[in-house]
């Protein structure tokens, strides 16, 4: 299993690109910043990190605060509150993101007939998979070589019975190979979506800098 290790007192800058329906990449102003705050247990999970994003537009300042929770444990990394983000009435857990343990291209279910706020009587079933190991290069601060796993998160979106499509994010987590290497979720992917009732363009959240303690 890799070796993530996550770090209070880390900070990574990620640029913000769009990814338009037809697959052109448009950058954008904004960048988002993730700081590691404090290590503990969280929602009854020990070694459990606090992150605190904010979202700034590079002329006008803050946009969006927000902090979110991840852990790795035995060969898996998850993140709290997933299902909320869809239905926020749901009750939120621990959902499991990547799992290690299983060969890779292993699918999972997450979460099954989740309520679809925007569409009224849809559904969606979320299921997750290591996808691949991988590596990208930042844009800017040097270009440097980020080595990561892809978990690849669906999303299989229904009306009653009906199958509309499926939305696609891509987690890409690193770990610490080589040592210097930064290690959680160091690029956030969501693909352009394309389901029957709706399209809309897609957003690549991925790191360009960071410090780590």
Sequence with gaps: ?????????????FNIDSIQTNGTITPTR????HTYLTQGTFYDSANAFQVRTVTQDSIGGPQAIDTFYVRYNAGKFYQYGIIQLIDPSATPTWNLIADFTVSQGTQWTIASNVPITIIPGGTVTIKSKVAADTAFQTFGWGNNNINCYR????????????????VYVDYF?????????PSGLVRLRLRPINITVYQAAGADQKLQHWTIP
């Design 1 to 13: 299993t890799p070796n993530i290790n996550m770090k209070v007192g880390a900070v990574y800058t």
């Design 30 to 33: 904004y960048k988002s910043t």
């Design 151 to 166: 978990a690849e998160v669906t999303g299989d979106i229904y009306l009653a019975t009906s199958y509309l499509g499926t």
């Design 173 to 181: 987590i690193g770990d610490a190979d080589p040592v210097t290497n």
